[in-house]
């Protein structure tokens, strides 16, 4: 769902740069409390994995494909604050770098697929773990559910941005239909690779997934025919090293943009459909960055495609956790500078 530049018009996607500019704001404040010792070292890898598992785009109906916006995903692991900026690198790495999505709509971007998909699904989330019993599998049940309502969320606010600011003369009531309806087929995937990745760090690491922190009710006992809480046990060990974790999920991002993604499906994604069908991408301009060497994930200069692919997923991952590892560092600094006493909060 990558907008490019000349969907929206200049004032209108001003405007959603402004929001997003204070997204990121407000989510660099907010990040300093999430970014302790277990979320820091996580989140600029959460981010070079958001951007490898974009590049598999798959097939969700005749001549349309989907692929991860993330948002969801990366606020259950790292928290919503750090969750958004996670969606900002990325997608600052993909227009910069690849070309992809517009530079003048990087606000729309920024608002649509991190701010959006991060505040409806990380509030959906929190509340279905409420309401459901205090276990690993609500967790990772919540996680299929909120990363599923995420994307025709983000559909429906492109949608609102276009009713304000679009380019084109076309009926707002058949965009929203046509996004709406596509990006809840394209929802079902995003919901089933959120829920596999944050199913499978929760077996090795639960206590490394922000959104499972806390949630283990305590022991009751009944003293005097009352229940009262149990003195709590001994949290066990973790069951597994945090590099350990960290190393296998930088080989998975590796792996997937530099080979599997030679496999995604080549058809336009939801938002390059609708646009083509209904004559929205009409006044689309040209990227400024097309020209940058690692345009369209392929490496000008290398003639066979899977080598030029492959390695350009690589270089994508590798300056996504180098420019995420940076960021989330400096706010982690900050955070120890401002609370030098702060010790991070324990897993329950």
Known sequence: ????????NA?????????AAGAVAVSLRGARRELDERAAPLAGLVAAFIFAVQMLNFPVAAGT?????????AAILVGPWTGVLCIAVVLLMQGILFADGGLTALGVNITVMGAV????AYGLFRGLVLLLP???ASVTAASFVAALVSVPAAAAAFTVLYAVGGTTDVPVSKVLMAMVGVHVLIGVGEAVITMLTVGAVIAVRPDLVYGARGLTAPLKLRVGGELVDA????EPAPAGSPRKLWIGGLVSALVLAGFVSFYASASPDGLEKVAADKGIDSKVEDHAAADS?????????IETARLSGGLAGAIGVGATLAVGTGVFWVVRRRRTHAEPG???ETTV
């Open 342 to 344: 702060t010790r991070a």
């Open 117 to 120: 998909t991060v505040v409806v």
């Open 11 to 19: 004032p209108v996607s001003v405007a959603a740069g402004v929001v």
């Open 1 to 8: 769902m990558h907008v490019p530049d000349g969907f929206i």
């Open 231 to 234: 003195a709590p046990a001994a």
């Open 134 to 136: 205090r276990t690993r």
């Open 65 to 73: 494909s989907g692929h991860l916006l993330g948002g969801a995903l």
């Open 293 to 301: 060497p690692l345009a369209d994930y392929g490496v000008k200069g």
